[in-house]
């Protein structure tokens, strides 16, 4: 009794007879009853007639029973939504049954029948299973949730489920860490910016414990984990490196590609002269080489993955070299991987040998391969210099062999290496130019015209060569033709007296009878050199030649890059990013690899000039996005910014924080109308004002009543600079920034104008700073709700908190930027006013003051003087008062009013003025005094933007 | 995370299906089909893609394995399980055929119901598996204890030796569970992979060995075994113990149920072997055979009068006289254009054909007694004949089998359970070494 009975052939009364079966009184009956439906679902015959009778079959004690109805469940459920209901009583039951295998069961189950009425009654089970005693029901609920998460996202939020699944990180079950770890990486990725997987030292303490305890597949679920965390320091990377070691020798491969993508990532941050990274660099070999005796499925996906890493750390592998010597029964597409790697570890110190193995897989079988050895011959001549000549040599003998694609392929090689080594190796033309004939590719054809026509004055019959092919000129390729073309025209600069003729002829077959205008051109061209200056023309076309480079085919670091954080996946078989390949917000992050500590690189900004004493443009900088330059920027996830306890704008601060909106957008208009701006920190307004009276998205939209009630006789508020262009649409793809400053009742905001300047829809918008002088951090994620289409602006204000990490920047207000959309990640960097960081509270006690300004020595004293301002002393006073700079005292001194006047910076440093202004003289002195001398100069840019404003 | 798994026979019948994501559609299978049989021969096959579908697969016991994806998995990790997946299926069903899944389809999909939730992989253990369990496995052929008419693990004939029976090793695990009384085996298998590259100078160019110990259990308890390798044995290259016949490997890595505590003092593995077949350790070996290469050849090659290409070998096997090798098969690359053979060989069992499609010899020789040498002279007609056709023949590669024997050295010393079961339990160890990549250049 067998169960291959079940995929017998349909007869007609099947499913009449399935039905009788089903309802069968014998347990026996049924189960094979089931059986048979379920063999016929396997095969693709439509079984959902028995629906109602299956399901019938589901209260049973019989576990093997109960299990096989289930499989039935989950593939017709979806096609039978009403009749899943039916199912739904016993589900619950099940999930309360005191066997926990049932209430797993029954919880994996209901997960997976995606329809959205049983998923409310999931809920309760679900929240119950999450909390079981048995870890292997816990286990599954966790994975349940991120099922129920694809299905109804909102209902998992609002359910709650997302705290319960982050407190399972902490569970006492490797395996349910596992899971839960797994369910949240994924829901994460589909919210970039929900910071679900909030990755911290403790945190990433547990998992790691938890690594060494769970089964080899949640290894592999915690190591991917692992490599999205971005350790503080190099003593982190470096403690997290050791205790991930041993995962290397694992012998399951998956693990150990696992443990090196975590490694290879932050290895990037360990200093290069620590003794632990050479250490590191030799543990990494043996795993690697150890890959490559797996099958050749194995070995092909690994030798990918090699590629890359040699390819970024070629030090790793250099002593490796024979074992990617290819074997006699290896599979051909292993055997090309395999070349690729052993040419790009080849070196004086190995060239040898592998000259000695290319020479032998030339005369291998296979022609692809045996071209590929060929090719890679002439790459290491080009590679190792030392080497060319015996590189050359064997070319030779293999164009001996006259096998016509191995003297092909040497031709094509032996042309590069002409141009690599000029004058040395002219010797051999001879040999190449007997193979003439033998030549039919098209490839090999025109690099051999090229040798000809380059080295005609050697050639004595090379007129005659080149007439020989100009006979079937028109069957020729365009490759062919064009450098026929050209090699005659050399040939002719070189031998004038008997190419006359030679070269007509080609001219007139390449400009009259050619249809092709790539010909046409390159034939007027070299007619008109030649016809008027025969000098010029041997200058233009017997030019010297740029050298070529060593390498080819090397990938594209920013994309070799991202391609290492994605070590062990099928990015990195495919060589091309995820989000190439990948459907929808998936995957789409981009990752980079951190930047290493301790190296001046992080700091080397690129230089934006603001020199002393004058209102100078603060022109945006727009930071290329490649390169190791911006270290730190480099380092962003992009993950939000923890949320910080900055007071959301609108919503506490009420009625008065609206005032404070709507009076800046009223003064931001004035301003912005005002032709004699571009004065301090803004520069001239690129977007035009228009765009400055447009409320900001978060708690604009009452603003826009008080502007409306015209509150003529308030205070003036903090003066914002109009909005600039921070990021230009060319230097973004097509996404323009432009934006400014403000302080609103305590609050900072960066206000943003996003334009899309490009042909697609924008979405998945995300920002973060670089570490800054006084620690500005967004306190909350960018706000773009709606995905920003085509020439659409977006208006966004981003509450910044000054609680983020402190880095001194040059100059001191600087602050780099990092964007993000679903097209790639931007930098740029901008400057803001430091009135932003002048507190509230900055006024002090009037004895505080004046035994502060005693105590400061004199050199930290600064004097600037302030033109053209016509205020008079109380105006000046209540305007500087807006933008919190409070004058504690007022002395009057022959038609002299000197002003005390005290600032707070948000980071605690007070800084004190005394304003000197005389009656009748537009001219202002100030006096700055501070501990902290360096701020000096900004605060007096702002007194000369809030006055003159 | 694995969207959906599917096994095909290599007719491309739908054996199982399973969908864990409902976010494929099952015309991904003949979407698959046509994709693997329409590869050529050069293209890598495991990993393809169709759309946003990418398929990851493996071919195991001529059946299709395969497991598709719409995100960016590990491949690694796809691989592992599918061939974990085969092996499980040939541990619960005693073996792997078209066949045996097909009775055991219900089976294979309670298996995968554990294995793997919502793509995310749970467990392959057996022991962890067991416990969830229900459907007891069919067996396409009931086991019997007499039935020792096929022939042994890799072709040793069973008379010769104490080698088990080879029909032991491959029935289901589970089907014990009634019928207690039947056979507490372990087998423990330690297989090496040679593969060398000897230079046209006889000099030893490149050789390495990949080696590992396989168990494969029919215990239905879990009781610790101890598996005492050689004493001398020493890993790495710093780390060298006691003077000449030391065993040595470069790289070691061990399944992480085995405990090794006793390893470095006294090479002693420790493991609770799970029912079923696992890998407890893998060994690396390179450049540094600790015997002489198993096979010598001294090649001539002469041009006769006119266009005969006459190619004289003679191949000693250098193993110990006791050990012999089984299924020799040299194949010798000739030149194009090659159109008759006539050779001389010096024994009746031996056999020389001219492959045209591959332009070369193959030279069989079944069994290959160690310290014996063979010879054979081929002449090859081939038009045209110049002294470049000379270049193409060659490099000689072969393939071979060496029963009850390792290039490493390596050996179990002994095999002991714990809680020992007096009578109840059978312990076999074999050894044998293979090789497919056994290159000598001319």
């Known amino acids: ?949 | 995370m694995i969207s959906q798994v599917f096994i095909l026979s290599s007719k491309g019948d739908y054996l199982i299906y399973k969908d864990f994501r409902g976010e494929a559609g099952k015309d991904s299978i003949s979407v698959f089909y046509e994709m693997v049989t329409a590869l050529s021969g050069d293209q890598p096959p495991v990993v393809m893609t169709h759309k946003d579908l990418h398929f990851i697969h493996v071919k195991q016991g001529g059946l299709y394995w395969v497991a598709s994806t719409k995100v960016n998995p590990s491949p690694f990790t796809i691989i592992e399980f599918l061939n974990r997946l085969a092996a499980l299926t040939k541990d619960y069903c005693g073996s792997l055929s078209e066949k045996s899944v097909r009775m055991n389809f219900a089976l294979i999909y309670e298996l995968l119901d554990e294995m793997v939730d919502y793509g995310y992989i749970q467990t392959t253990s057996t022991d962890i598996l067991k416990n969830f369990i229900q459907t007891e496995a069919v067996s396409s052929k009931p086991f019997s204890l007499f039935d020792l008419s096929n022939v042994g693990l890799f072709g040793a004939e069973t008379q010769q030796s104490k080698v088990a029976p080879s029909a032991a090793a491959t029935r289901p695990i589970m089907s014990g569970r009634g019928e207690q009384g039947g056979k507490n085996e372990i087998f423990v298998d330690v297989i090496e992979r040679l593969s060398v590259v000897i230079g046209s100078n006889g000099m030893l160019m490149k050789a390495d060995i990949e080696g590992e110990i396989r168990v494969k259990c029919y215990l239905p308890s879990c009781s610790e075994m101890r598996i005492g390798l050689n004493e001398e044995f020493s890993i790495g290259k710093s780390q060298l113990r006691g003077y000449g016949a030391a065993v040595h490997v470069d790289e070691c890595s061990f399944h992480q149920a085995v405990k090794l505590d006793e390893f470095d003092s006294f090479r002693i593995l420790k493991v609770c072997p799970s029912q079923g077949e696992q890998t407890v350790m893998q060994y690396q070996l390179c450049d540094n055979l600790p015997c002489a290469p198993p096979f010598r050849l001294f090649p001539t090659l002469e041009r006769d009068y006119g266009n005969r290409l006459l190619i004289y070998l003679k191949l000693r096997c250098d193993l110990p006289p006791k050990s012999s090798a089984l299924n020799v098969s040299i194949t010798v690359p000739v030149p194009k254009g090659s159109l008759s053979l006539s050779q001389e060989l010096s024994s009746p069992d031996q056999s020389a054909e001219l492959q045209p499609k591959n332009k070369a010899i193959l030279w069989e020789i079944p069994r290959f007694p160690g310290g014996a040498q063979l010879s054979a002279l081929f002449k090859v007609e081939v038009p045209g004949l110049s002294s470049a056709s000379l270049l193409e023949v060659g490099p000689v590669s072969m393939s071979f089998e060496l029963p009850k024997y390792t290039c490493t050295g390596l050996q179990i010393r002994f095999l002991r359970l714990t809680p020992t079961q007096p009578g109840l339990s059978q312990r076999w160890v074999r050894y044998v070494t293979h090789s497919d990549s056994y290159t000598i250049r001319i």
Not at chain 1, 235 to 257: D, F, G, K, M, Y
Not at chain 1, 569 to 598: C, D, N
Not at chain 1, 617 to 640: C, H, K, W, Y
Request: with cysteine; proline share 6%; aromatic share 6%.
């Open chain 1, 1 to 949: 009794m067998t169960d291959s009975k079940y995929f017998t052939t349909t007869k007609k009364g099947e499913i009449f007879e399935l039905k009788a079966e089903l309802n069968s009184d014998k347990k026996e009956k049924k189960k094979e009853a089931v059986k048979k439906v379920i063999a016929s679902m396997t095969v693709g015959k439509d079984v959902s007639a028995l629906f109602p009778d299956v399901v019938n079959c589901m209260q049973t004690d019989n576990l093997e029973l109960k299990k096989l109805v289930y499989l039935y469940l989950m593939n017709y459920a979806k096609s039978q939504p009403d009749m899943a209901i039916m199912a739904v009583n016993t589900f619950v039951k099940d999930c309360e049954d005191p066997n926990p295998l049932i209430r797993a069961l029954a919880v994996r189950t209901m997960g997976c029948i995606r329809v959205d009425k049983i998923t409310e009654y999931l809920c309760e089970p679900l929240r119950k299973c999450l909390k079981d005693e048995d870890p292997y029901v816990r286990k599954t609920a966790a994975v349940c949730v991120a099922k129920l998460h694809d299905i109804n996202a909102q209902l998992v939020e609002d359910q709650g489920f997302l705290d319960t699944l982050k407190d399972l990180i902490s569970d006492s079950n490797p395996m349910v860490v596992a899971n839960a770890v797994a369910a949240l990486s994924e829901i994460a990725e589909s919210h970039p910016n929900s910071n679900l997987l909030d990755l911290n030292p403790q945190t990433i303490n547990k998992l790691l414990t938890a690594l060494n305890e769970c089964t080899e597949w949640g290894q592999i679920f915690i190591l991917d984990c692992l490599a999205n965390y971005t350790p503080r320091d190099d003593r982190e990377s470096q403690s997290i490196c050791e205790r991930v070691t041993p995962r290397l020798s694992h012998a399951n491969s998956a693990v150990v590609l696992s443990a090196v993508k975590v490694l290879m990532k932050f290895m990037e941050m360990l200093p290069k002269d620590l003794d632990y990274y050479g250490t590191l660099l030799k543990k990494l070999a043996p795993p690697l080489v150890t890959l490559l005796s797996a099958e050749p499925e194995l070995q092909y996906v690994a030798l990918r993955n090699i590629n890359l890493i040699v390819q970024k750390r070629p030090e790793i592998l250099k002593h490796e070299m024979k074992v990617f010597f290819v074997k006699y029964n290896d599979p051909i597409y292993v055997k090309l991987e395999k070349l690729d790697i052993m040419i790009r570890l080849a070196s004086q110190a190995n060239i040898a040998q592998v000259l000695a193995e290319l020479k032998e897989y030339a005369t291998e079988v296979d022609v692809d391969f045996v071209r590929k050895a060929v090719r890679a011959i002439g790459r290491c001549a080009i590679k190792v210099e030392q080497s060319a000549e015996r590189c050359v040599s064997t070319l030779l003998d293999l164009i001996q062999t006259k096998v016509n694609y191995v003297v092909q392929e040497a031709i094509v090689v032996i042309k590069d290496i002409f141009r690599k080594y000029p004058n040395k190796y002219e010797s051999v033309i001879a040999t190449l130019c007997e193979n003439l004939d033998s030549l039919d590719e098209p490839e090999a054809r025109a690099a051999m015209i090229w040798i000809v026509g380059e080295y005609a004055e050697r050639i004595d019959n090379a007129d005659e060569l080149l007439e020989s092919f100009l006979e079937g000129f028109h069957d020729e390729s365009t490759q062919v033709q064009l450098q026929l073309l050209t090699a005659i025209v050399k040939l002719f600069l070189k031998k004038p007296t008997e190419t006359q003729e030679l070269v007509q002829q080609v001219l007139s077959l390449a400009t009259q009878d050619s249809d092709n205008p790539d010909l046409r051109d390159r034939g007027y061209i070299y007619w008109r050199l030649l016809s008027t200056d025969p000098v010029a023309a041997k200058e233009v076309v017997l030019a010297e030649k740029p050298l070529i480079s060593e390498e080819t085919d090397l990938i594209e670091p920013t994309l070799l890059e991202e391609l290492i954080c994605h070590i062990g996946t099928l990015a990195s078989v495919y060589h091309k990013p995820p989000s190439a390949f990948v459907e929808g917000s998936r995957g789409v992050q981009h990752k980079r690899l951190p930047a290493r500590a301790g190296s001046g690189e992080s700091t080397d900004s690129p230089d934006v000039s603001q020199s002393v004493g004058g209102a100078t443009e603060a022109a945006p900088t727009v930071i290329p996005s490649q390169g190791d330059l911006l270290g730190d920027l480099l380092n962003l996830d992009l993950a939000p910014p923890a949320a910080g306890p900055t007071v959301p704008p609108s919503m506490q601060l009420g009625a008065m924080d609206l005032l404070g909106g709507g009076l800046d957008s009223l003064l931001g208009g004035d301003i912005g109308g005002s032709p004699a701006m571009g004065a301090g920190l803004g520069s001239t307004p690129a977007v035009m004002p228009t765009s400055l009276g447009a409320p900001p998205v978060v708690g604009g939209g009452l603003g826009d009543l008080f502007d409306l009630g015209g509150s003529v006789g308030m205070p003036a508020g903090a003066y914002v600079p109009p909005k600039s262009v921070w990021l230009p649409a060319m230097k973004a793809k097509g996404l323009e920034i432009s934006g400014t400053f403000a302080r609103r009742s305590g609050v900072i905001q960066m206000e943003l104008s996003l334009t899309n300047k490009a042909m697609s829809v924008m979405t998945d918008f995300a920002i973060q700073f670089n570490r800054n002088s006084f620690g500005l951090a967004p306190a909350g994620p960018l706000q773009v709700l709606t995905p920003l289409s085509p020439n659409q602006t977006i208006e966004v204000s981003l509450p910044l908190s000054t609680s983020g990490p402190v880095m001194k920047m040059e100059p001191l207000n600087n602050l780099q930027v990092a964007v993000k959309n679903n097209i790639d990640v931007f930098y740029f960097s901008c400057q803001y006013p430091i009135s932003l960081l002048f507190v509230e509270d900055g006024k002090m006690e009037r004895q505080v003051f004046l035994a502060t300004w005693k105590d400061i020595p004199n050199d930290n004293e600064a004097q600037f003087v302030i033109k053209d301002c016509h205020l008079n002393s109380d105006a000046a006073s209540s305007k500087l008062q807006g933008s919190n700079i409070f004058t504690i005292a007022k002395r009057t001194v022959d038609n002299q009013d000197m002003l005390y006047q005290s600032i707070k910076l948000t980071n605690g440093i007070w800084v004190l003025t005394e304003l000197r202004v005389q009656g009748g003289n537009p001219s202002y002195t100030l006096s700055v005094k501070c501990r902290a001398s360096e701020v000096s100069q900004f605060v007096y840019q702002c007194y000369e933007l809030v006055l003159k404003n």
